[in-house]
T-cell receptor, first 112, second 114 residues
Framework: AQTVTQSQPEMSVQEAETVTLSCTYDTSENNYYLFWYKQPPSRQMILVIRQEAYKQQNATENRFSVNFQKAAKSFSLKISDSQLGDTAMYFCAFDSNYQLIWGAGTKLIIKP | GAVVSQHPSWVICKSGTSVKIECRSLDFQATTMFWYRQFPKQSLMLMATSNEGSKATYEQGVEKDKFLINHASLTLSTLTVTSAHPEDSSFYIC??????????FGPGTRLTVT
């Protein structure tokens, strides 16, 4: 069965620091997509970043970047220059045949 | 672009009654819509997948007679919780997918059954 594991239930860092959230997954597929979603207190799911497995280059979106290690089945999210508005639940997700497999989430708290 | 709306955002109903939640894709045609349930401080749990004009495919353990899903058009899917009970209280989220692989999420509906 395909699974997604987020081993950090909660993390907190000071504003402006860099933080890395970890995610590992298990699959036998070769082509797939990986996502990081953010869920702030409003509970609206917001796509942070996506990665296509066939692309070797790590995806980057402004302050957000990923470290995609396909062989190790690892997909970590790095948030640089963290801001108070980054406080949220972060979910890692794997796309399997157009269905998302979700990790348990990491609660990220940015302290002023 | 790619906006998904849900209505209502919050609903309170009495035990034994039914409640309908609407999910609309506002600026694209959704070939597939998904319904999720989220308990407090937990991840999303997929309840069912629906394709326009077809019967929904329910995940194991989800009662299809209790959670009725209709996907009558390419922009609208509805979830009806029938004979609701307090244990059905939860946060329900829909998402929609167009021609690509990405899902776009609605803002969610908080259901409280008293």
């Amino acid at each position: 069965a395909q699974t997604v594991t987020q081993s950090q239930p909660e993390m907190s860092v000071q504003e402006a620091e860099t933080v890395t959230l970890s995610c590992t997954y298990d699959t036998s597929e070769n082509n797939y997509y990986l996502f990081w979603y953010k869920q702030p207190p409003s509970r609206q799911m917001i796509l942070v970043i996506r990665q296509e497995a066939y692309k070797q280059q790590n995806a980057t979106e402004n302050r957000f970047s990923v470290n995609f290690q396909k062989a190790a089945k690892s997909f970590s999210l790095k948030i640089s220059d963290s801001q108070l508005g980054d406080t949220a639940m972060y979910f890692c997700a794997f796309d399997s045949n157009y269905q998302l497999i979700w990790g348990a989430g990491t609660k990220l708290i940015i302290k002023p | 672009g790619a906006v998904v709306s849900q209505h209502p955002s919050w609903v309170i109903c009495k035990s034994g009654t039914s409640v309908k939640i609407e999910c609309r894709s506002l600026d694209f045609q959704a070939t597939t819509m998904f319904w999720y349930r989220q308990f407090p401080k937990q991840s999303l749990m997929l309840m069912a997948t629906s394709n326009e004009g077809s019967k929904a495919t329910y995940e194991q353990g989800v009662e299809k007679d209790k959670f009725l899903i209709n996907h009558a058009s390419l922009t609208l899917s509805t979830l009806t919780v029938t004979s609701a009970h307090p244990e059905d209280s939860s946060f329900y989220i829909c998402s929609a997918r167009g021609v690509g692989y990405e899902q776009y999420f609605g803002p969610g509906t908080r259901l409280t059954v008293t």
